[in-house]
């Protein structure tokens, strides 16, 4: 994927000044800052949720700048920040949905056969309700609903968000196991330590701006 002049404003307020940002094919790029710094808003804008400008390539072919549908059936696929999925609903009747463009038998029980190997609790919670599940759990249903749907990019928004520190490391480490499967991935993260392991490239972001571009390797690790 690669962003040139990405831009996006709320009304008047432009929240992320225009950005250049690249994901190499198999690589997890992590997008870091503090509260406020614009991180949600580029996931937003490369999915077309927001007013933007500039232009967003995926595998080689503009994605459309104003309509999200379309940019989901590019197979750029996000686990939006709270997670987005439906508590009264089952964990199976969420993972469904994941999938429900799908005619195809075989290949669906593939999909689930992919989940349940990533997250085996899944599967033991099938006919619970996802609201009545741990957040962390609550995580993983997000992550394999958006799997269901074969994503050829993966975008996350604060995935660890209110989760206890053994759990995020669970679902990190997950995302690091995809990532190594082939799958792109953007993870947007305020634990950096954690995403600087997990990362080919990072970009740090304050107050609507790019301010820097980490090379992970460069990063002294002090836990
Ligand atoms: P994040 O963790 O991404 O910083 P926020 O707390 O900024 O999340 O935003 C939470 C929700 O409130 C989002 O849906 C966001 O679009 C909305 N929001 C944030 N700031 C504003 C604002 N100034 N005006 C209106 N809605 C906002
Ligand atoms: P981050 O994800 O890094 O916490 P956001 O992308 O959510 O930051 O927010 C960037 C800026 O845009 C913040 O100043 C936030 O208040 C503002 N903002 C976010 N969502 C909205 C919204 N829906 N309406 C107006 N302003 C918003």
């Known amino acids: 994927m690669e962003a040139r002049n990405l831009s996006a404003r709320y009304g008047q307020v432009q929240a992320l000044a225009p950005i250049d940002f690249q994901v190499g094919a198999g690589e997890l790029v992590a997008v ?11 996931l937003r804008a490369i999915l077309g ?5 500039g232009e967003v390539a995926f595998m080689g072919a503009a994605l459309p700048r104003r309509n999200p549908v379309a940019v989901a059936s590019r197979g750029v696929v ?17 993972l469904e949905l994941g999938a429900y463009r ?37 995580q993983m249903l997000a992550i394999g609903r958006a799997l269901m749907a074969d994503p050829k ?11 206890a520190p ?18 792109p991935v953007v993870l947007v993260e305020q634990r950096a330590p954690q995403a600087l392991k997990l990362a080919h490239r990072a970009y740090l972001l304050s107050l609507g701006r790019l301010v820097a ?5 460069e990063v002294q690790s002090h836990d």
């Open 153 to 163: 990019i993966l975008l996350l928004d604060e995935p660890s968000l209110g989760l």
């Open 49 to 53: 949720l927001v007013t933007n400008a």
């Open 213 to 217: 571009v980490i090379d992970p390797r």
């Open 166 to 183: 053994r759990v995020t490391d669970e679902i990190l480490e997950t995302l690091g196991v995809l990532n190594r499967s082939g799958l």
């Open 102 to 138: 799908l005619k195809d038998r075989h290949e669906r029980q593939r999909r689930f056969d992919r989940v349940f190997e990533l997250f085996p609790r899944l599967k033991e919670r099938l006919g619970q309700t996802a609201g009545s599940m741990s957040g962390g759990e609550q």
């Open 32 to 42: 870091l800052g503090p509260n406020g710094a614009g991180k949600s808003t580029l």
């Open 78 to 94: 996000l686990v939006p920040e709270g997670r987005g999925i439906f508590g009264p609903m089952t964990v199976m009747e969420n």
